[in-house]
């Protein structure tokens, strides 16, 4: 197996190295990461300015660089000729903090999967339900039972999977769920604060919400301790509203 490997949280962050470690046995692992965190980005690619790519040591092992690209540039400098072979696999993780519900628009870790699928490639993103600083170990080690499952069962083309881990030890698991993207969003998302000038300043925050969940959601799996799998696609389009919109007959010039 040739596995690409990066990650939002920067190419120092423990989540990676954990992943690393744990995937290592199973073949090539490349590893390209940020060289600094960069959570939260979404798909940003990086069009205007030069990319950089450096070799760094890694504790585990194969060829590592770090860039000063995003999460998305990662997997596409990742996948050319000039890191190495186009990869079988791309994992993106261990995020430290969940990526549930709408959060997956935000990531930067689902992003690189989403990336992957893009260009074609079988891809996982995988994060802990947690913003403490975690044990890797359990996440890590479904990681690389997951990576041989997608091996030997291969996903549909523009597809991925977006897992989130409990923050528990693997005898504290309940198990694995299949889940669909569930509704967690925020609210108050934006807090105004006075600078020591006395000038207004806006932080964007917001508390987690959930909204709706049905017993088959991401955040209702995690919350239950169990590990959650959605499959997510790339392909966006809302197949009931094409349809209701095909009655509206929508027409220009009206
Ligand atoms: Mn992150």
């Known amino acids: 197996m040739r596995i690409l490997l990066t990650n939002d949280d920067g190419i120092h962050a423990p989540g990676l190295v954990a992943l690393g470690q744990a995937l290592a046995p199973l073949g090539d692992v490349v590893t390209l990461a940020p060289e600094r965190p960069r959570s939260a980005m979404g798909h940003a690619v990086t069009l205007h ?6 070799p760094v040591k890694l504790p585990h092992g194969g060829r590592a ?26 994992v993106s993780g261990i995020n430290l ?7 997956m628009f935000y990531s930067g870790t689902v992003a690189a999967a989403m990336e992957a699928a893009i260009s074609g490639l079988p891809a996982f993103a995988i994060s802990i339900a947690s913003y403490e600083s975690a044990d890797f170990e359990p996440a ?29 030890s693997a005898a504290e698991m309940a198990g694995v ?9 925020y609210s108050n998302r934006i807090e105004r604060r006075t600078d020591p000038r006395g000038m207004a300043y806006y932080w964007l925050t917001g508390d987690r919400v959930d909204e709706d969940d049905g017993a088959d959601s991401d955040a209702a799996a995690v919350r239950e301790g169990k590990i959650s799998v959605t499959p997510v696609r790339i392909d966006l389009t809302d197949e009931d509203l094409l349809r209701t919109l095909a009655t509206w007959s929508l027409r220009w010039p009206v």
């Open 65 to 90: 660089f770090a860039t000063n690209g995003t999460p998305a540039d990662c997997v596409a400098l990742g996948t050319s000729e000039y890191v190495g072979q186009r990869p079988s696999l791309v």
């Open 177 to 185: 769920a299949v889940t669909r993207q569930g509704r967690i969003t």
């Open 97 to 103: 903090g969940p990526n549930l519900g709408v959060d």
């Open 140 to 168: 890590a080690q479904f990681a690389r039972y997951l990576a041989e499952v997608v091996e030997a069962r291969s996903l549909p083309k523009g597809t991925f999977l977006n897992v989130n881990v409990p923050p528990l």
């Open 49 to 54: 300015k030069p990319l950089r790519i450096w």
